[in-house]
Nanobody, 115 residues
């Protein structure tokens, strides 16, 4: 059973940076697609960034040039480096792992950006 644990959220001023981490259990991490999603109050969960098992990345237009997704397969960990944060980036951020039709989610970590 896959378990995902996010960390690194917090309160930051606009223009600041945070790095989120997501540690995964199990032996399928290196062959999984990993993604970060976010959900603000009253809104649907949306894709922020995805990093496939073979290194292809995709970003939401709203974060391109500011956020970077990366992974360390030796540590079973995926990261989201968030720079130039804006108040509209305030959300709960969730880690997702995709493997052969299975989709796993972490519990989420709150990111709050003050203006």
């Amino acid at each position: 059973q896959v378990q995902l644990v996010e960390s690194g959220g917090g309160l930051v001023q606009a223009g600041g940076s945070l790095r989120l981490s997501c540690a995964a259990s199990g032996s399928i991490f290196s062959v999984s697609h990993m993604g970060w999603y976010r959900q603000a109050p009253g809104k649907q969960r949306e894709l922020v960034a995805i990093l496939t098992s073979n290194g292809i990345t995709n970003y939401a237009d709203s974060v391109k040039g500011r956020f970077t997704i990366s992974r360390d397969n030796a540590r079973n960990t995926v990261y989201l480096q968030m720079n130039s944060l804006k108040p509209e980036d305030t959300s709960v951020y969730y880690c997702n792992q995709l493997y052969r039709g299975g989709s796993y989610w972490g519990q989420g970590t709150q990111v709050t950006v003050s203006s």
